[in-house]
């Protein structure tokens, strides 16, 4: 199973982009890289999925290079309301055995 | 659709107490996952289950049990209650394996043993 290394912690302001880094160089060829909003008090959300290149859609894009042992999560624009931990999660379709590190806290100023 | 939904939401155990900390999930998924969560950390898997009467071990098993009678239910059970299961317990379903499948969660158990 692919390890994966976050940042413990990101501060940024309302309005900007924030850019979360996810490392995992042992990224395996069925692998995908999925990443996860928490609230606190709440169970994690799904946020975005990709295998390579980009994925965007209406509240994230995630960018995986070429040789994928990293990926980028960006959010942009945020508010208040982006305050949370944000997860990065790397595996195939048969892993089931998954756990999630500690994530990024992304704490959002006014 | 509800989801997932867990029951209780809050519960404070004595050492030595047991208790079945319920699951559901209205999606007919086939997966499903316990985790818990300690303060400040990431969720690490307990057990999970495949399918109907299929369950295995995560990372994180000892002190726990399941059962997967139903495609809906996923109870989990604590036996022999001990301070160090003091954690949020969160319930998950999804419709393939979890390195594909979007995860489904649950709003959480919040258990206190003393």
């Known amino acids: 199973l692919a390890k994966t290394t976050q940042p413990i912690s990101m501060d940024s302001y309302e309005g900007q982009e924030v850019n979360i880094t996810c490392s995992h160089n042992?990224?395996?060829?069925?692998?995908?890289i999925t990443w996860y909003q928490q609230f606190p008090s709440q169970g994690p959300r799904f946020i975005i999925q990709?295998?390579?290149t980009k994925v965007t859609n209406e509240v994230a894009s995630l960018f995986i290079p070429a040789d994928r042992k990293s990926s980028t999560l960006s959010l942009p624009r945020v508010s208040l309301s982006d305050t949370a931990v944000y997860y990065c999660?790397?595996?195939?379709?048969?892993?089931?055995?998954?756990?999630f590190g500690a994530g990024t806290t992304v704490t959002v100023r006014a | 659709n509800a989801g997932v939904t867990q029951t209780p939401k809050f519960r404070i155990l004595k050492i030595g107490q047991s208790m079945t900390l319920q699951c559901a999930q209205d999606?007919?998924?086939?997966?499903m996952y316990w985790y818990r969560q300690d303060p400040g950390m990431g969720l690490k898997l307990i057990y999970y289950?495949?399918?109907?009467?299929?369950?295995d071990k995560g990372e994180v098993p000892n002190g726990y049990n399941v059962s997967r009678s139903t495609t809906e239910d996923f109870p989990l059970r604590l036996e022999l209650a001990a301070p160090s299961q003091t954690s949020v317990y969160f319930c998950?379903?999804?419709?393939?394996?979890?390195?594909?499948?979007?995860?489904?969660f649950g709003p959480g158990t919040r258990l206190t043993v003393t």
């Open positions: 998950a379903s999804s419709r393939v394996g979890q390195g594909i499948g979007e995860q489904y």
């Open positions: 042992n990224i395996a060829t069925n692998d995908y």
């Open positions: 990709g295998y390579k």
């Open positions: 999660l790397v595996g195939a379709s048969n892993d089931y055995k998954l756990s």
């Open positions: 999606m007919n998924h086939n997966y």
């Open positions: 289950s495949v399918g109907a009467g299929i369950t």
